[in-house]
């Protein structure tokens, strides 16, 4: 199997930082893009950010210029770096990615459980 566990949810102050990571483990054979999602409450799961395994970032427009995706392929972990954080940015937030697994030919998503972020004064 492949387990994503996510970590670094906290409560911060409106224009606060704070870092997500995420890392995935397990029979891994390769991963495709990498991303990270949001839920808040009482609204659908959202698109926050992705990476490709070449560098390839895209963000949500509600979050561009604040927030930064990266990863480290050799330790199949992805990062966010969130800045100037707003209370709107309070949700869960989810880490994705696409796989492979050695016993498998195809790719599927996968998905950790989730930190909460909290963005209040």
């Known amino acids: 199997q492949v387990q994503l566990v996510e970590s670094g949810g906290d409560l911060v102050q409106p224009g606060g930082s704070l870092r997500l990571s995420c890392a995935a483990s397990?029979?891994?054979?390769?991963?495709?893009?990498m991303g990270w999602y949001r839920q808040a409450p009482g609204k659908q799961r959202e698109l926050v950010a992705t990476?490709?395994?070449?560098?390839?970032?895209s963000y949500a427009d509600s979050v561009k210029g604040r927030f930064t995706i990266s990863r480290d392929n050799a330790k199949n972990t992805v990062y966010l770096q969130m800045n100037s954080l707003k209370p709107e940015d309070t949700a869960v937030y989810y880490c994705?990615?696409?796989?492979?697994?050695?016993?498998?030919?195809?790719?599927?998503?996968?998905w950790g459980q989730g930190t909460q972020v909290t963005v209040s004064s």
């Open positions: 994705n990615a696409v796989a492979r697994r050695y016993t498998t030919s195809y790719f599927r998503e996968y």
């Open positions: 397990g029979t891994i054979f390769s991963i495709n893009a």
């Open positions: 990476v490709t395994s070449g560098g390839t970032t």
